[in-house]
């Protein structure tokens, strides 16, 4: 069920919440057909509350999802995969580009390996051709 996340929530997660979240839950089941019955029909039932979701995962405000895919969070505004301020970090997950669902996100790894990987063919380029003209200079220094 969607909910707020612990920052703009204005209540708490007491046992009266989520009572209230159930009973919602439970009323909007029973509507569809067949399923009138179904709490009497219950055996077991777990929930988790954002507040399960900032202390088990470490979910930013508690909230299960990443960034919302709005206009101005989207493409290129949202975050990319290589970091703009600091050298070799690179950001993947639900919160980045291209976005959030299983198959997005492994997109967004693919990115951000291509990128690393990318970068790390440049610098092993430039690493050699730096021992190459290093070596090069100690033996016409001896010369
Ligand atoms: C209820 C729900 C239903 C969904 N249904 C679908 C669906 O049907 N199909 C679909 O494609 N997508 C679905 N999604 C979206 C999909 O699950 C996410 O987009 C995707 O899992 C995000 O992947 P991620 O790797 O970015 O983050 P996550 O899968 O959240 O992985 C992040 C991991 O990092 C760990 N972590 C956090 N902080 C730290 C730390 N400090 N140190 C170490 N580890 C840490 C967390 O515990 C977690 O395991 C659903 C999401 C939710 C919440």
Request: proline content about 4%; some cysteine.
């Amino acid at each position: 069920m969607p909910v707020s996340d612990l920052s703009t929530a204005k209540y708490e997660w007491t046992d009266e919440t989520i009572s209230y979240y159930r009973s919602q839950v439970l009323q909007t089941l029973s509507q569809v057909e067949g399923l009138a019955g179904i709490e009497a029909d219950i055996i077991s039932e777990t929930y988790m509350t954002p507040v399960d979701f900032a202390e088990r995962f470490h979910a930013y405000n508690g909230a299960c999802f990443g960034l919302r895919p709005t206009l101005t969070q989207s493409n290129h505004l949202r975050p990319q995969s290589k970091a703009k301020n600091c050298e070799n970090l690179y950001f993947t997950g639900s919160s980045t580009h291209p976005g959030a669902g299983v198959p997005i996100v492994l997109l967004s790894a693919k990115i951000a390996s291509d990128e690393l990987i990318l970068d790390d063919s440049v610098s092993m380029k430039a690493t050699k051709a730096q021992t190459v003209h290093s070596a090069g200079g100690v033996a016409n220094e001896g010369s």
